[in-house]
T-cell receptor, first 115, second 114 residues
Framework: ETGVTQTPRHLVMGMTNKKSLKCEQH?????MYWYKQSAKKPLELMFV???????ENNSVPSRFSPECPNSSHLFLHLHTLQPEDSALYLC??????????????FGPGTRLLVL | DQQVKQNSPSLSVQEGRISILNCDYT??????FLWYKKYPAEGPTFLIS?????DKNEDGRFTVFLNKSAKHLSLHIVPSQPGDSAVYFC?????????????FGKGTKLSVIP
């Protein structure tokens, strides 16, 4: 049990749909992250939040919209996605923004398929 | 352009033998390196790390070696066990870029054969 949960675990959506991915951490961490792992590509950092403030947006298209209402919850709102957005979306948290010795705890991911 | 490369997509090792997973990096600013393990349907879990001021770090059956001049690190698992079968990701970060920015390799799938 990593203490980081993600729902749903699987999601199929059409290009005109709007959906949201949810991440919750029960570890008392202050930093949360969204990653994307496409087929045959490395994990890519999308967004970083620290104390509910976004500190990083790695050139992610606006059709992905993150929300961090409190330090335990992180959402990724999806709208008008493209088939190439199909991927595994992983949430992670760490006690503070990662520093040497810190590690990120990952959730199990949401497998997204865009038709 | 990939800054962290794991050139072997898969590796098979007999139980009890040594598993050696390799990772190369191109960014000389990286100063901290981590290995994560991932089972199917689970998120990656932290395994072991090493700072660039060291060349070796050991934790039980797991040892990570860092060769800064070659920009190469390796993870040794001795002895390998069937439960070690998983995908292993190498990751790197630099304090200058914000050490939360982990750059990952594509992973190596390790299969330990009983």
């Amino acid at each position: 049990e990593t203490g980081v949960t993600q729902t749903p675990r699987h999601l199929v959506m059409g290009m005109t749909n709007k959906k949201s991915l949810k991440c919750e951490q029960h570890l008392g961490h202050n930093a949360m992250y969204w990653y994307k792992q496409s087929a045959k590509k490395p994990l890519e950092l999308m967004f970083v939040y620290s104390l509910e403030e976004r500190v990083e947006n790695n050139s992610v298209p606006s059709r992905f919209s993150p929300e961090c209402p409190n330090s335990s919850h992180l959402f990724l709102h999806l709208h008008t996605l493209q088939p190439e957005d199909s991927a595994l979306y992983l949430c992670a948290s760490s006690l503070e923004l990662l520093s040497k010795g810190e590690t990120q705890y990952f959730g199990p991911g949401t497998r997204l398929l865009v038709l | 352009d990939q800054q962290v490369k794991q050139n072997s997509p898969s590796l098979s090792v007999q139980e009890g033998r040594i598993s050696i997973l390799n990772c190369d990096y191109t960014n000389s600013m990286f100063d901290y390196f981590l290995w994560y393990k991932k089972y199917p349907a689970e998120g990656p879990t932290f395994l072991i790390s090493i700072s660039s001021i060291k060349d070796k770090n050991e934790d039980g059956r797991f040892t990570v070696f860092l060769n800064k001049s070659a920009k190469h690190l390796s993870l040794h698992i001795v002895p390998s066990q069937p439960g070690d079968s998983a995908v292993y990701f190498c990751a790197a970060s630099s304090a200058g870029a914000g050490s939360y920015q982990l750059t990952f390799g594509k992973g190596t799938k390790l299969s330990v054969i009983p």
